[in-house]
Nanobody
């Protein structure tokens, strides 16, 4: 599975940004996709993830009500794009955001990762 993330950038507190991540590979319908982030000096943390049909979603408590994850799938199950809409952004949301994909295991420690994309929220 290959993942290509895009989006991010610089925004003021209270603003919005969107991230997207395009996945390609086989059997993507069996994979959850999601986002993690890593702030300077901190460990990587889970942000959100979504199942194939978009019915199953999970969010970190810190982003619930502000971030929305969604997914658009190709009919051949070989391509899928996951989106992260981030609203009411706070300086503590500043981090490098990574998209990820893997089977829906618990705990979810994804095998496949995209490159990071920087999100900076200025106060």
């Amino acid at each position: 599975v290959q993942l290509q993330a895009s989006g991010g950038g610089l925004v003021q507190t209270g603003g919005s940004l969107g991230l997207s991540c395009a996945a390609s590979g086989r059997a993507l319908s069996t994979y959850h996709m999601g986002w993690f982030r890593q702030a300077p000096g901190k460990e990587r943390e889970f942000v959100a993830r979504i199942g194939w049909k978009g019915i199953i979603t999970y969010y970190a408590d810190s982003v619930k009500g502000r971030f929305t994850i969604s997914r658009d799938n190709a009919r051949d199950n070989a391509k899928s794009t996951v989106f992260l809409q981030m609203n009411s952004l706070k300086p503590e949301d500043t981090a490098v955001y990574y998209c990820a994909a893997d089977l829906p295991r618990s705990p979810w420690n994804p095998k496949y990762w995209g490159q990071g994309t920087q999100v900076t929220v200025s106060s």
